[in-house]
């Protein structure tokens, strides 16, 4: 019995040994964690007793006293350090501090105090001190905790906002809804945890319009709608997302209504925020992928632009658009509508892409008078009918054909759309006199290895050598030239490959593992030309530039392809691989912004620069394009090569002499052994793709990106 008794002893000893080890390791973590809080708090409860003595007082100090108010310093950190730590205010973390947290201070601070209080008159250190003295070391200890954490909070937040995006680099956001979600979003973007900044508020009262809530103005109530479009209209930048803080079915019907049908005309975007309340599925298969917007993958902010200036120029204007059914084009035509032109003309080739163009305009933009023409560029006399019968102000030049394989297999095609086209509608816009002229470009044409870049490069000299008649002759007539990258998201593009290629489960092709391309959104793409267009008409003197729009560093796409894998609940290599399958013909492994005989200038606003090539006299340039469309409409695919690379330095010396096939030429790649005879030296090397690599793609003849 004696020895079960024992035992019994024995475990309890040891639970309890156990419990008390682990209070005690529970403490030493909290004071590791927030020893400098800590560290704080002690000087403010030293500095509070010594202060309460002295201004209870009253008196000057003696030598007796200054003992006194040591001592008493010594004491009161030695007793309410631990009562603060028994009472576990050290249990949160210093960057969490709340005021419900403060509150709790109080009752230890004040436990803390008494016992300070009692052990001091009952030792006789403070016999001749007044009894007002604690109160007034309550009152500055509750003072110096609230100090000591909000600097925590403050260094916090200063920590953070370093990493905040420079004003103007983030994306500008209005919410829809004021709750938690809105509460947590606002604390997360004001702590630079967002790559957004929230310019407005839409609320579900009536009665909150123009108060602040964490310092972002409520724009109005969903319950009227009207109000809000118009003041987000008449600002200088629209927002670029509409964030749903909760359901749709928690807010006005017919309100979010409208507001969406207005969203979706001014191509902004309508997002619902996750409910923090919401269970997420845990798991993701081909039934529920994540559909991924191209403007996620983007991982710098889109470029944001004034919308006055483009008011002020495009506003009362006939605006003409080529290719208008495109996905550049068809853009063009929606931000061109939102800015109220006298008139819209749109020239587009393809019937389904005209039948959607117009679709948009009339349920969006019923009160813009329009007028769309089935007509191709190359019609030359159909399309000076055109610009006869309207007599645009502002002429935009989007169409052509894009896609780099295609028109290496096709270089006739190539050259009677990209350049014969261009040139066609250049001479009708000169011969009705409009203000501007806009040739949409592209970074293939900058040292170029293939045909689109080719002709497309051709297309840039001759909208120069026009734009430097109209500075010779005194004309009126501008011509400018907007040069850009990929744009993610438009038909035949990267983006809606690698999606229905995820929603196969797989592989995603890329043609090699260093391929790298810029990148830029639709929208910003288009933004950017509006307003290079614009501030070109202001700039009388600076004629023959080509805008070339900032889209910040290179993306490499198999980097891109991974990141689309994971936005898609899927992890690169285990549930989808990636599949490196060659170079195709023409491609290089990167693009370049300017070739190396162009001159760099600032353009003299944000989000573009200028290049200035050596110009082609315009004699020798129509010569050259009338030979080269004599080859196109013959067939001669040999000799469009050759009339090519006569005007684009640096291209075609290495496949002029490729085999013809059945009175064509065929689409071989650019070789690599020829690095010598370019008339000025390439930036970088472009690697063909290994012979087996290109043997596999050919063989397979997957689609890649």
């Known amino acids: 019995m004696g020895v079960v008794m024992m035992t019994d002893v024995k475990s309890m000893l040891w639970r309890n040994n156990g419990r008390a080890h682990h209070k005690l390791t529970k403490i030493k973590k909290e004071v590791r964690a927030n020893r400098k809080l800590l560290a704080c708090d002690a000087v403010v409860v030293a500095l509070s007793g010594a202060i309460s003595i002295l201004l209870a007082a009253g008196a000057a100090v003696s030598a007796q006293d200054a003992t006194v108010v040591f001592l008493s310093m010594l004491l009161a950190t030695g007793i309410t350090m631990p009562i603060l730590l028994g009472a576990k205010l050290y249990r949160r973390h210093r960057h969490s501090t709340t005021l419900p947290g403060l509150f709790l201070t109080a009752p230890a601070s004040v436990i803390a105090v008494i016992g300070y209080a009692i052990v001091a008159q009952g030792s006789g250190l403070h016999d001749a001190v007044p009894m007002t003295t604690y109160p007034i070391m309550l009152i500055l200890m509750l003072l110096g905790f609230v100090c000591t954490r909000g600097i925590a909070v403050q260094r916090e937040s200063t920590r953070r906002n370093r990493r905040k995006p420079v004003s103007g680099a983030a994306e500008p956001v209005v919410l829809v ?28 009262s009536m009665d909150s319009t123009d108060l602040l809530f964490h310092s972002v103005p409520i724009l109005g109530s969903i319950r009227e709608p009207r109000p809000i479009i118009d003041r987000l209209m008449d600002a200088d930048r629209l927002p670029r997302v509409l964030l749903l803080t909760e359901t749709v079915t928690n807010f006005d019907n017919d309100g979010i209504t409208v507001l969406r049908d207005w969203a979706e005309a001014q191509g902004i975007k309508v997002r619902s925020l996750p409910n923090l309340t919401e269970q997420q599925p845990a798991g993701f298969s081909s039934k529920n992928l994540v559909s991924i917007d191209p403007e996620d993958v983007l991982t710098r902010p889109q470029k944001s632009v004034e919308l006055q200036l483009l008011r002020q120029t495009y506003r009362g204007q006939r605006v003409l658009v080529t290719g208008a059914g495109g996905s550049i084009g068809s853009e063009l035509v929606r931000q061109v509508a939102s800015l109220q032109p006298a008139e819209l003309v749109l020239i587009e080739n393809c019937e389904l892409n005209a039948y959607q163009v117009d679709r948009m305009l009339a349920r969006h933009f019923p009160h813009v008078p329009r007028k769309l023409h089935l007509c191709c560029i190359r019609d030359r006399v159909h399309l000076q009918a055109i610009f006869e019968e309207h007599r645009p102000d502002m002429v935009f030049n989007a169409a052509a054909l894009k896609h780099v394989p295609l028109v290496e297999a096709n270089p006739c095609e190539g050259v009677l759309t990209n350049v014969i086209g261009t040139r066609n509608v250049c001479d009708a816009a000169r011969s009705v ?36 008649i109209t500075r010779d002759l005194g ?13 993610l998201g438009s038909s035949g593009s990267l983006i809606p490959l690698f999606q229905e290629q995820i929603a196969r489960g797989g592989p995603l092709t890329v043609t090699h593992p260093d391929m790298e391309r810029y990148f830029m959104t639709i929208r910003e793409a288009v933004e950017l030309t509006l307003v290079a267009a614009a501030q070109g008409l202001r700039a009388k003197d600076d004629n023959g530039r080509i805008f070339v729009l900032d889209m910040g560093q290179p993306v490499r796409i198999v980097d891109m392809a991974e990141r689309m894998i994971r936005m898609s609940g899927k992890v690169p290599g285990d549930d989808i691989a990636i599949e490196f399958i060659g170079i195709r013909p023409g491609e290089k492994l990167f693009e370049e912004l300017f070739d190396r005989d162009e001159v760099v200038q600032p353009a003299g606003f944000a989000g573009v620069t200028c290049a200035i090539p050596h110009p082609v006299p315009i004699p020798r340039l129509r010569a050259a394009l009338l030979r080269l469309e004599r080859s196109a409409r013959s067939g001669d695919a040999a000799a469009v090569r050759r009339g090519l690379a006569e005007l684009v330095p640096g291209f075609g010396e290495s496949d002029l002499a490729a085999p013809v096939r059945n009175g064509r030429q065929g689409p071989l790649g650019p070789s690599t052994n020829d690095l010598t005879i370019h008339p000025f030296p390439l930036p970088k090397f472009q690697p063909a793709a290994p012979p087996m690599l290109q043997l596999e793609a050919n063989r397979r003849g997957k689609a890649f990106a």
């Open 177 to 204: 809804g004021l709750g938690a979600t809105s509460d947590l979003f606002l604390r997360a973007v004001h702590q630079g945890l967002s790559p957004y900044e929230v310019i407005g508020i839409i609320d579900d």
């Open 433 to 468: 006199g409009v203000k501007a002229f806009v040739q949409v470009s592209t970074d293939k044409a900058v040292n170029t290895t293939n045909i689109m870049g080719a002709t497309k490069r051709v297309a840039e000299f001759y909208c120069q050598a026009q734009d430097l």
């Open 475 to 487: 004309c009126d007539t501008r011509f400018f030239a907007v040069r850009f990258g990929n744009v």
